[in-house]
């Protein structure tokens, strides 16, 4: 069973432009959650999604937003990319959208932005 | 009131040792707590995880304390082998493992 895959693996971006990441879930898993790592502020929660509704969000700006497709899959877009957006963004799956399920995460997209 | 505290920040073990790794939360209302591992250029991979109506769980060399009444949680990691040797995670949520709240992480070193 293939696990959760994030596109790209790496991105440079120059400060002001956008971007957009892309998060495949395990198969059958509806519910896709977004972290941002860095190292100072370490894993902080961004947003998830559950059958194509983001249903909670973390307390970042508007210039952070996500959208999940009827496929499951997911995309984050960070607009106006600013020095301090640089991190590892990863993408985690659960199975269903609620009760005590594990939250299986992807390898990330480590994006630098220059 | 959303924080998860974790220590030490680093942790080096003997092989063949014990590493204790501790966290504590405020929040009375999460209910579903974790922890992660995660290898340099990896993400974090979830290694065992306890709900607060029981007080230890056990996994392999893998062992969660949980003290609800003192709001703390640890990981026990039994005959620490080289290969262990990363960043360990604890985390923290409500409602299931949708919005997990994350402490800072330990950087574990295992000597041969």
């Known amino acids: 069973k293939a696990g959760v895959t994030q596109t790209p693996r790496y991105l440079i971006k120059t400060r002001g432009q956008q971007v957009t990441l892309s998060c495949s879930p395990i198969s059958g898993h509806r519910s896709v959650s977004w972290y941002q790592q860095t190292p100072g502020q370490g894993l902080q929660f961004l947003f998830e999604y559950f059958s194509e509704t983001q249903r909670n969000k973390g307390n970042f700006p508007g210039r952070f937003s996500g959208r999940q497709f009827s496929n499951s899959r997911s995309e984050m877009n960070v607009s106006t990319l600013e020095l301090g957006d640089s991190a590892l963004y990863l993408c985690?799956?659960?199975?269903?959208?609620?009760?005590?399920?594990?939250?299986?995460f992807g390898q990330g997209t480590r994006l630098t932005v220059v | 009131q959303q924080q998860v505290k974790q220590s030490p920040q680093s942790l080096i073990v003997q092989k063949g040792g014990i590493s204790i790794i501790n966290c504590a939360y405020e929040n009375t209302a999460f209910d579903y707590f974790p922890w992660y591992q995660q290898f340099p250029g990896k993400g974090p991979a979830l290694l065992i995880a306890?709900?607060?109506?029981?007080s230890e769980k056990k996994e392999g060399r893998f062992t969660i304390s949980f003290n609800k009444s003192a709001k703390q949680f640890s990981l026990h990691i039994m005959d620490s082998q080289p290969g262990d040797s990363a960043t360990y995670f604890c985390?923290?949520?409500?409602?299931?493992?949708?919005?997990?709240?994350f402490g800072s992480g330990t950087q574990l070193t295992v000597l041969p």
């Open positions: 985690a799956s659960s199975l269903v959208g609620t009760g005590g399920t594990e939250a299986f």
């Open positions: 306890i709900r607060p109506d029981v």
């Open positions: 985390a923290a949520s409500m409602d299931s493992a949708r919005q997990l709240t």
